[in-house]
């Protein structure tokens, strides 16, 4: 339960820190946080996030840009969330939207081609 506590906690308080612009990194100005992870001796975190354009281009870049300001987030979060110890963050991109709007694209194809008539299919 302690856990689950803590994930959120920092998922809120990572996510205002992005939106708010306290990071003035460019790069990750576009990202969504989507999950956090906190190992069960809060070491660690794994983070999720999603980014608006989803091309490798600008993932590469949002990697990047965590990477190069992972000890700024560290300390605003240890600042922000009363714990002993403020975990290491590991930041991972998540296809699970990306995966989701595939499909959601790939149905509605199938969808106008049903209901499209018969002398009109492509």
Same mark, same amino acid.
């Given at each position: 339960m302690r856990i689950e506590k803590v994930n959120s906690s920092i998922k809120r308080e990572l996510a205002?820190? +992005?939106?708010? #612009? !306290?990071?003035r990194d460019p790069r990750i100005s576009f990202v969504t946080i989507l999950n956090v992870d906190v190992s069960k001796d809060l070491q660690h975190a794994r983070v999720r996030f999603s980014t608006l354009a989803d091309t490798p281009k !600008? +993932? &590469?870049?949002? $990697?990047?840009g965590f990477e190069s300001c992972r000890g700024?987030? @560290?300390k605003l979060i240890a600042q922000r969330v %009363?714990? @002993?110890?403020? %975990?290491e963050f590991q930041?991972?991109? &998540? $296809? #699970?939207? $990306?995966?989701a709007a595939d499909v959601d694209k790939v149905l509605e194809e199938i969808k106008q081609l049903k209901t499209a008539p018969e002398g009109q299919e492509e």
């Open positions: 205002n820190i +992005i939106q708010l #612009g !306290e990071v !600008e +993932i &590469d870049a949002a $990697k990047a700024y987030i @560290r %009363p714990l @002993r110890y403020t %975990p930041f991972y991109y &998540d $296809k #699970g939207i $990306k995966h």
